[in-house]
Nanobody, 123 residues
Framework: QVQLVESGGGLVQVGGSLRLSCAAS????????MAWFRRAPGKEREFVGT????????WSADAVKTRVTISRDNAKNTVYLQMDRPKPEDTAVYYC????????????????WGQGIQVTVSS
């Protein structure tokens, strides 16, 4: 049974920093591209960033790419999202996802999803 469990969310201050983790189990982690998506209140789910199987390739959404770093530790079966200088518009539920196939920003490529974790950016 595949499980993706996000942690590290909560309330953060504008201009601070945020680090989310996603621990994976039930799959051969190094064989999966991993991604982060988010859903803000009243909005559709959107792509945040993705990292390839070895961590050598990353791709972040234009809206966040100057502030976001996606990384992974295959020894720990964990993927990370580091966000610097968060803004109120970054408030959302953040989801990690795993793709056993293609690497990219499209949600349909990801067959496994976490339950999501709330991040609230306060000024």
């Amino acid at each position: 049974q595949v499980q993706l469990v996000e942690s590290g969310g909560g309330l953060v201050q504008v201009g601070g920093s945020l680090r989310l983790s996603c621990a994976a189990s039930g799959l051969t982690f190094a064989n999966y591209a991993m991604a982060w998506f988010r859903r803000a209140p009243g909005k559709e789910r959107e792509f945040v960033g993705t990292v390839s199987w070895t961590g050598g390739g990353t791709w972040s959404a234009d809206a966040v790419k100057t502030r976001v770093t996606i990384s992974r530790d295959n020894a720990k079966n964990t993927v990370y999202l580091q966000m610097d200088r968060p803004k109120p518009e970054d408030t959302a539920v953040y989801y990690c996802a795993a793709s056993g196939g293609q690497f990219g920003p499209e949600a349909h490529k990801y067959g496994y999803w976490g339950q999501g974790i709330q991040v609230t950016v306060s000024s």
